[in-house]
């Protein structure tokens, strides 16, 4: 069964989810935000089926979000790398992963990755902020 189009939908979250497909672009995207580039380390990193793997990629790519890079001529190689506009996802992923936390997603009770500032060690949240001031929202 295809899943419904939300194209041509004046809602900004539904014209994203467009762009970016499904949950496996999602763990795609996360993967390539924690610096993994090669197709073999993408599938073994989300255990995705070859073909699935390679109509995200192919979708991603088509979309803005990726760009594929050859780094190696024989055998034909290519990596993939965020654009601009796929580093701008961080947030979201961000967010996801608080959501997760917050609401134990995975069942083991412990957060699975910590964000955390690299001078002070001192853990980071997503925050709302007023750009004039930098005050966070409360």
């Known amino acids: 069964m295809k899943a419904k189009s939300f194209a041509g939908m004046r809602c900004s979250m539904a014209g994203a989810l467009e762009l970016i497909g ?3 672009s999602l ?3 996360r993967d390539l935000l924690l610096g993994l580039r090669r197709y073999d380390d993408l599938r073994s990193s989300t255990g995705i089926p070859d073909a699935t793997l390679a109509a995200r990629l192919k979708h991603l790519v088509a979309q803005g979000i990726i760009e594929r890079s050859r780094y190696q001529e024989r055998p034909p190689r290519d990596e993939y790398r965020l654009t601009a ?3 701008d ?4 992923g961000v967010a996801l992963r608080e959501w997760g936390d917050r609401w ?3 069942g083991f009770n412990a957060p ?3 964000t955390v500032d690299r001078v002070t060690g001192r853990k980071l ?3 709302l902020v ?3 001031t930098g005050v966070a929202a409360p």
């Open 104 to 106: 134990d997603a995975t």
């Open 125 to 127: 949240m997503l925050a």
């Open 85 to 87: 506009k796929g580093r």
């Open 112 to 114: 699975t990755v910590e």
């Open 22 to 24: 499904d949950r496996w």
């Open 27 to 29: 763990l795609l995207i």
């Open 89 to 92: 996802l961080w947030k979201v």
């Open 130 to 132: 007023d750009p004039e």
